[in-house]
């Protein structure tokens, strides 16, 4: 099946800090979404993206949907202790939408760790 | 609005136990999903459904069974555990033609 690949695996910060991750795949994805997981909790909806090249933000976190449509970056501005967790990215393939139920793929999952 | 709810939160089985993972949601969204996570690797689909009495396999289905009897539960069955399926496992759901999935808070499961 199709494979998400998620970089970093981890990161060890200083609060204060700029973040950045991306995600990456071999085939074209027509949303991309981001997730962050807070320890012994499920996934939350940071940003959904849907058209190439769309930046959106959320208070110091943005994202962007690539120009190729097969990957996708997000950003972490002046990081603070609560943004520790795991940064998951999605994406629903191209030629979904109803056919594929809403089925997503996952990446591996990108790991935060803010030192105060 | 309670969004998605799991039970139970934790739980031990022996090997060749079985178990009902219950999954409630609220939101009224015809597609649910049930997934796990082991460390290092993400999310991974055992099962979705559509809508009431439609049920399909996603990824990783083997040793797992579900049903849809009502829009709002979507339980998850093991029937035999192994110590492979020993995860967290996590409900989903969302409505036709979003992609935005709202999860559980999850159910971890140790088979010994």
């Known amino acids: 099946g199709q494979q998400l690949n998620q970089s970093p695996q981890s990161m060890f910060i200083q609060e204060g800090e700029d973040v950045s991750m991306n995600c990456t795949s071999s085939s074209i994805f027509n949303t991309w979404l981001w997730y962050k997981q807070d320890p012994g909790e499920g996934p939350v909806l940071l940003i959904a993206l849907y058209k190439a090249g769309e930046l959106t933000s959320n208070g110091r976190l943005t994202a962007q949907f690539g120009i190729t449509r097969k990957d996708s970056f997000l950003n972490i501005s002046a990081s603070i202790p609560s943004d520790v967790g795991i940064y998951f990215c999605a994406g629903q393939p191209r030629g979904s939408g109803g056919t594929s139920y809403g089925k997503l793929t996952f990446g591996q999952g990108t790991i935060l760790t803010v030192h105060p | 609005n309670a969004g998605v709810t799991q039970t139970p939160k934790f739980r031990i089985l022996k090997i060749g136990q079985s178990m009902t993972l219950q999954c409630t949601q609220d939101?009224?969204?015809?597609?649910m999903y049930w997934y796990r996570q082991d460390p290092g690797m993400g999310l991974k689909l055992i099962y979705y459904?559509?809508?009431?009495?439609?049920?399909d396999k996603g990824e990783v289905p083997n040793g797992y069974n579900v049903s849809r009897s009502t829009t709002e539960d979507f339980p998850l069955r093991l029937e035999l555990a192994a110590p492979s399926q020993t995860s967290v496992y996590f409900c989903a759901s969302t409505l036709e033609g979003r992609p935005t999935q709202y999860f559980g808070p999850g159910t971890r499961l140790l088979v010994l």
């Open positions: 459904s559509v809508g009431a009495g439609i049920t």
């Open positions: 939101m009224n969204h015809n597609y």
